[in-house]
């Protein structure tokens, strides 16, 4: 699968990325005048907040300038039908798999909850990306995870109650992960939710699980959570 395919997945990605839309500022019908007193903390305070936003936006920039760059080099998938297949036995959640565009994107649904997995490969043997592996590993897996973590409806990251990030690497391979736990209660139900990415870069290929999953039963979080430590174990490192 070549530039047609690829550039599909980009766009799809792309789309997702631009399709948080803004917050407009109120729209003021009455003038209210008003005394401001400006301090040395105050305009430090502000200062701050303007450099956090700017160094937000550039970290934004350089993942998503990273993102276009990766899927327009010379890539391609590889299949993951047989990981799939073994890490998949044995799962309690119903299922159905997708297979398309080079991704196996899997929907689980369980008596309480529901949720889904991604899993591919990336041929990257042919790739004229100007990147060390570390470099790849953290920003595809870090953009991953935050679309992956996105589709948990209605979470946002107050209701995560632990997370872990790390990345490692070892001569001519890596492997990253991430994960987080989610508890939130409106005070008459609980959600219980969990999202992971797990990345390994080796031989010049990049396997790449996500997932999250969100139910009102704790036991389901927990039975998702290890059937994507069964996906890592799967995973050739």
């Not at 009455?30 to 550039?58: M, N, Q, R, W, Y």
């Not at 997370?163 to 001569?171: D, E, F, G, L």
């Not at 790449?208 to 036991?219: E, P, Q, Y």
Request: with cysteine; proline share 1%.
């Amino acid at each position: 699968m070549k530039a047609k395919a690829l550039t599909a997945i980009l766009a799809a990605f792309m789309l997702t990325m631009t399709a948080c839309g803004t917050i407009s500022p109120p729209i003021q019908n009455a003038v209210t005048e008003t005394t401001t007193t400006t301090t040395a903390e105050s305009i430090h305070d502000s200062a701050a907040s303007s450099g956090a936003e700017s160094s937000l936006e550039d970290e934004k920039i350089k993942t998503d300038t990273f993102i276009a760059e990766f899927f327009d080099s010379n890539i391609c998938f590889a299949d993951t039908s047989a990981l799939v297949t073994e890490a998949m036995k044995g799962s309690s959640f119903e299922n159905e798999i997708d297979n398309s565009n080079g991704v196996n994107k899997i929907t689980l649904k369980g008596s309480n909850g529901g949720g889904m997995i991604d899993v591919l490969c990336i041929d990257l043997s042919q790739s004229d990306l100007d990147n060390d592996m570390e470099y790849i590993l953290e920003n595809f897996g870090d953009y991953y995870f935050g679309q992956t973590s996105a589709q948990m409806s209605g979470i946002t990251e107050d209701d995560f109650v632990s997370s872990y990030r790390m990345t490692s690497s070892v001569v001519s391979k890596g492997k990253y992960q991430q994960y987080g736990s989610v508890q939130k209660s409106d005070g008459m139900a609980t959600q219980f939710g969990y999202t992971e990415t797990y990345a390994v870069l080796s031989e010049n290929k990049l396997t790449v699980v996500s997932g999250a999953f969100l139910s009102s039963d704790m036991m389901e979080r927990q039975s998702f959570s290890q059937l994507m430590a069964k996906f890592a174990e799967n995973v050739k490192y």
